[in-house]
């Protein structure tokens, strides 16, 4: 019996250390990385080391093990068990492991030509060519003092009538500084007027903007993702005259350091309107049993809220009687926050899982828009559960002894504030993927009503050329064109022309094209067909 037990240890250590050694950084631990970290963590960006290629990643292997097992990083605070977002950062349980295991082998490099190449990393921007760029008037210093910074600047518009918008794309200026970023627009000019009161560009906010008007939007900024571009019909209204609002905040940095950011504002096409205008409601402590005035948090204690229903004004009711379609929700707490849960019950007592964040970190915190939208029946109950922790047990606690806090925009005051963004509902909606920036490229072979074949360019992503293929089963008038993720022409590859039956490959010069996604357009007598492709520098 020992000796079977013997035998059996045995072959355990064999197969696990044979499973340690099949794991390498070539086929399995780069192309994780490259894929969730290197974004941020590359030469200019927020991310403190680099890790672009074997040496600097296996030099930080056990220190990549560790944050990675308590899931520090990739650094995204909702729980996707619970519900999925898009552009979601986060390693699965198995990558997870692999890592551990390539660590624990000793971090092998295995065979270098397998190894996939790094990724290219659009600049100017992700979407396209924006219809507006508004930059910040002056450089911002971030003072060399390894503290935080929260900076509102006020980036006048000059909109004479209001604007319909696709998408708002924040550009930093110094990547290594801008840790994240909120959006909004102020038409009262009170954000102007507080900007002016001091004398340096720009005004201090540490919890929000700082200003009771500012309108949030549901664009903002943090490192390794891409901007909201919404879809056909859908968008959000800058009115006439507004300030567009940004407030950025700084990593802590060891040495001043200066920059000045840009906004790249997409308007929507003039043959595709808005239809469905973004509305906007919000959870305040107004929702809790007892009113405002049951937001309060004594020291040296652990708190929990529930908030029911949401905030009474002309576009949200508590019960409302329609059907909406929920797009994006955005949490806010200060350095307090514990968690935070929340959902909807229907009328028939179903629940509908809307965001889990298990271990609030106001550092890395945002606007999550969900990778479909999400149905709220009419008469619908909400619930928002949010707890805070007043003790000296919170390391992020910034009073020492914890004093007695309330609502406040202020580094030592607390809030609970729930942003929610929404359409009413029509037939479909929750069947709509909300990532029009699909950076996936194209893979497959579409098909024609004729059975003609377009086929996938090659290469993808392409740098100064690539070719676009298909094949037709008779002769055909076609029309092949390069167009922007908005579906603007960008560039005729081939005006209409008959083409006869069999393949047919063609060249294109993209040299002077942008960065970015494309798609490719292959158009027939009654048919269209698209390819996606990614254009590098």
Same mark, same amino acid.
């Given at each position: ?89 986060? $390693?699965?349980?198995?990558? &997870?492991?692999?890592? *551990?295991?390539?660590? %624990? @082998?000793? =971090? #092998? ?72 970023? $909120?959006?909004?627009?102020? &038409?009262?000019?009170? *954000?102007?007027?507080? %900007? @002016?009161? =001091? #004398? ?338």
């Amino acid at each position: 019996m020992k000796k079977l037990i013997t035998i059996s240890f045995l072959l355990i250590v064999g197969s696990t250390a044979t499973g340690w050694a099949q794991v390498n950084f070539s086929e399995h631990i780069a192309p994780i990385i490259y894929e969730n970290c290197t974004s941020c963590h590359r030469e200019g960006e927020v991310g403190p080391i680099p890790l672009t290629n074997y040496q600097e990643v296996a030099s930080w292997g056990p220190m990549i093990q560790y944050v990675t097992e308590i899931k520090y990083m990739p650094p995204f605070s909702p729980d996707v068990s619970y519900s999925h977002f898009l552009f979601e950062r986060s $390693l699965t349980d198995e990558q &997870i492991q692999m890592i *551990a295991d390539w660590v %624990d @082998a000793g =971090t #092998p490099q295995g065979d270098p030509d397998l190894e996939p190449p790094l990724p290219s990393f659009p600049t100017g921007s992700q979407i396209g060519t924006p219809d507006l760029v508004l930059t910040m008037e002056e450089a911002h210093t971030i003072a060399g003092n390894n503290q935080d910074d929260y900076q509102v600047f006020v980036l006048p518009t000059g909109f004479t009538e209001d604007k319909e918008i696709a998408a708002i794309e924040f550009r930093p200026g110094n990547k290594r500084a801008v840790h994240h970023v $909120l959006i909004a627009y102020d &038409i009262s000019g009170e *954000a102007a007027a507080k %900007d @002016a009161a =001091t #004398p340096e560009y720009g005004y201090y906010s540490f919890g929000d903007f700082g200003v009771d008007e500012a309108v949030y939007s549901t664009w903002g900024y943090v490192p390794g993702t891409s901007p909201l571009v919404y879809p056909e019909g859908i968008g959000e209204v800058i009115p006439a005259g507004a300030d567009l609002l940004i407030q950025v905040h700084y990593a802590p940095l060891p040495t001043d350091e200066t920059d000045q950011s840009s906004v790249n504002i997409f308007f929507k096409k003039a043959d595709d309107p808005i239809t469905r205008e973004v509305r906007i409601a919000s959870v305040t402590p107004f929702n809790l049993p007892g009113g405002f005035s049951d937001f309060e948090i004594p020291p040296n204690e652990e708190k929990t809220f529930v908030a029911e229903s949401l905030y009474e004004d002309d576009s949200w009711t508590p019960g409302i009687d329609y059907d909406i379609s929920l797009i994006s929700i955005e949490p806010h707490s200060h350095y307090l926050g514990k968690d935070y849960e929340i959902f909807a019950v229907t009328p028939q007592n179903d629940t509908i899982n809307l965001i889990k964040i298990p271990e609030w970190d106001f550092n890395w915190q945002g606007s999550y828009t969900f990778q479909n939208m999400i149905k709220i029946p009419a008469n619908s109950t909400w619930y928002t559960v949010a707890s805070y922790d007043n003790t000296l047990d919170n390391p992020a606690n910034p009073s020492n002894p914890p004093i007695n806090v309330s609502w406040g925009e202020g580094t030592e005051d607390e809030m609970l504030l729930v942003g929610l963004y929404f359409i009413p509902y029509e037939e479909g909606d929750e069947n709509i993927n909300m990532n029009v920036l699909d950076m996936n490229t194209s893979t497959q072979t579409m098909v024609s009503p004729t059975n003609n074949l377009f086929h996938p360019p090659v290469p993808n992503p392409a740098k100064n050329s690539f070719t676009v293929s298909f094949t037709l089963t008779q002769r055909e008038r076609l029309q092949l064109n390069l167009l922007d993720m908005f579906g603007k022409k960008i560039m005729a590859i081939s005006d209409a022309q008959f083409w006869p039956a069999g393949q047919h490959s063609v060249p294109v010069n993209i040299s002077n094209i942008g960065a970015g996604p494309y798609l490719i357009e292959l158009k027939g007598k009654a048919y269209t067909l698209t390819q996606k492709i990614i254009i590098s520098n």
